[in-house]
C-alpha cells in the first residue's frame, strides 16, 4: 500500500533522484501519467546521448589500446635476436639503441609480468576509492576540460543534460530553486555540481533565475540569455528544452572534432614507436657492417 515513490526509493541503484523527484511531484498533482510520459522520453534521449558519445570514442580507444598492447608484447621477442647479435658484435651501441634494448630486456622479464598484476590489483581496489573522493573529481574535471577537443565536449554535455534535466523538472511543475541540485547531480560534472550552490544561494536571496546562473561562473552567455528570456516570457522550461538540443548538437560537433584530432595523434604515436624501434636497430647494424669492412 506504499505510494511509488516510496517503492522505488528503496532501491536507490535502480532509480535515480531526478527520477523519484519527479514521481512524487506526479502523486501530488494527479499528473502521474504524463509525468511518467515525460521522464520515459527524457531517458530515452539521455540514452541515445550517452551511446553516441561511446560509439565515438570507442574505436579510437579499441585502436589506441590494441596498438598499446601489440608495442608493448611483439617488439621485445621479435627484435630479441637482432639485438643479441649487435651485444656480440663487439660494436658499442648508440645511446638510443642501449635504451631500448634494456627496456626490451625488462619487457621480457618476470618482474615486468608481476609488476602488472601487482599494478592491475592495486587500481582495481584503490583507484574506486580514490575516485570517490570529491577533490580527486575536481582535479580530473579541471584537467580534461584543458585538453583541446575534450574539453568542449565535456563541457557542452554538461550543458545538455543540465538543461535537459532542468527542462524536465520545471515543465512538470517542479520549484527551480528545488531543481538545481538535483539538474547539477545528473551532469555527473564534480565542478557544476559545487558550484551549483552558489546559484541556489542567488535564488533564495531574491536574484533572478539568470543572475544566479551567472554567479556560477559555469555556463556561457548565449545559454544564459536565452534562460533570461525565458524567465521574462514564462517559458523558461521550453527554452531550457531549446538549449539541450542545441547544446546536443555541439556534442555532436565536439565528438567529431575530436575523434578527428585522437585518430591521427594515435596514429602518430604508433609511428613514432615504429621509428624508434627501426632507428635503434638499424644504427648500430650499420656500424657493424663498417666495422666488419
Not at 523527484?21 to 510520459?37: C, F, N
Not at 544564459?224 to 514564462?234: V, Y
Not at 546536443?248 to 565528438?255: I, M, N, R
Amino acid at each position: 500500500g506504499d505510494p511509488l515513490s516510496a517503492a522505488m526509493n528503496c532501491y536507490p541503484r535502480a532509480f535515480s533522484k531526478l527520477q523519484l523527484r519527479l514521481v512524487q511531484m506526479g502523486e501530488k498533482t494527479g499528473l502521474l501519467d504524463q509525468v511518467l510520459l515525460e521522464l520515459s522520453r527524457y531517458e530515452e534521449k539521455e540514452r541515445a546521448l550517452i551511446l553516441k558519445i561511446k560509439s565515438a570514442l570507442g574505436y579510437p580507444a579499441c585502436i589506441f589500446i590494441i596498438a598499446t598492447i601489440m608495442m608493448v608484447t611483439i617488439p621485445p621477442y621479435i627484435m630479441k635476436g637482432m639485438f643479441e647479435l649487435i651485444s656480440g658484435s663487439g660494436v658499442e651501441p648508440p645511446l638510443l639503441t642501449v635504451v631500448v634494448m634494456k627496456i626490451t630486456t625488462f619487457l621480457r622479464s618476470p618482474a615486468f609480468y608481476l609488476g602488472s598484476v601487482v599494478v592491475g590489483v592495486l587500481a582495481w581496489f584503490l583507484l574506486p576509492a580514490w575516485w570517490n573522493k570529491r577533490d580527486n573529481q575536481r582535479l580530473v574535471a579541471t584537467w580534461v576540460e584543458k585538453v583541446p577537443g575534450l574539453g568542449s565536449l565535456y563541457k557542452a554535455l554538461a550543458y545538455a543534460r543540465f538543461s535537459r534535466a532542468l527542462s524536465l523538472q520545471i515543465e512538470c511543475g517542479m520549484n527551480p530553486l528545488n531543481s538545481l541540485p538535483i539538474s547539477a547531480e545528473v551532469t555527473e560534472n564534480p565542478l557544476l555540481i559545487d558550484s551549483i550552490k552558489v546559484a541556489s544561494e542567488g535564488l533564495n536571496q531574491g536574484e533572478s533565475f539568470a543572475d544566479s546562473l551567472s554567479a556560477t561562473g559555469f555556463f556561457p552567455k548565449l545559454m544564459l540569455n536565452m534562460i533570461q528570456a525565458g524567465e521574462e516570457s514564462a517559458t523558461l522550461g521550453q527554452l531550457l528544452h531549446k538549449a539541450a538540443e542545441m547544446y546536443e548538437a555541439e556534442v555532436d560537433h565536439s565528438l567529431d572534432i575530436f575523434t578527428a584530432m585522437l585518430e591521427p595523434a594515435i596514429m602518430a604515436f604508433i609511428g613514432l614507436m615504429v621509428g624508434t624501434l627501426v632507428l635503434a636497430t638499424m644504427l648500430p647494424m650499420t656500424q657493424v657492417i663498417e666495422s666488419m669492412h
